[in-house]
């Protein structure tokens, strides 16, 4: 069987979903970026979130991933989905063309958080429009944290 590579997209990665309170919290009161009607808070793992440093069977990178989506800024179910979906999908993506050093500093725990309404002109959540803006906005959110965590020693 052929060496999966740092760019080879069969790598596994693992999401782990952040189900704690505290992890919430901690997150939001931690580092953000923004980007568009997105923030997305990011710190490193500690004793509060009860995720594993590792997981069995995964050589791959872990992250522990969570959302905060208001209905009150997304009314439609349907379209809160989309938004953890394609989240989902991209991050997924980021990750497995990270080199396997940098994978393997610390496990980050990423919170995207809706600050604001989406665009009004995406009326249907089957709008192929909508999905564009969101994956390249998600994008370009994942690699500018890539940037920053590279940047900041950590603690």
Not at 20 to 30: E, H, I, T, W
Not at 39 to 57: F, M
Not at 75 to 94: F, G, P
Not at 128 to 152: D, G, H, I, K, P
Request: glycine content about 6%; aromatic content about 6%.
């Amino acid at each position: 069987m052929p060496l999966v590579g740092p760019a080879d997209p069969r790598r596994r990665v693992r999401l782990l979903k952040l189900s704690q309170p505290a992890s919430f919290a901690g997150s939001l009161r931690a580092r953000w970026i923004q980007q568009g009607e997105f923030r997305l808070h990011y710190r490193e793992a500690g004793a509060l979130d009860a995720l594993p440093d590792r997981v069995e069977g995964d050589e791959g990178p872990v992250c522990g991933l969570g959302f905060v989506l208001s209905r009150k800024l997304c009314r439609r179910a349907t379209r809160r989905n989309l938004i953890r979906r394609t989240a989902r999908e991209c991050l997924l993506e980021h990750l497995r063309t990270v080199p396997v050093q940098d994978a393997e500093a610390g496990l980050p725990v990423l919170v995207l958080r809706l600050h604001s309404r989406l665009d009004p002109q995406w009326r249907s959540q089957q709008s192929r429009a909508l999905r564009r803006y969101l994956r390249a906005t998600l994008s370009q959110m994942f690699v500018r944290w890539e940037q920053l965590r590279r940047r900041t020693p950590s603690r």
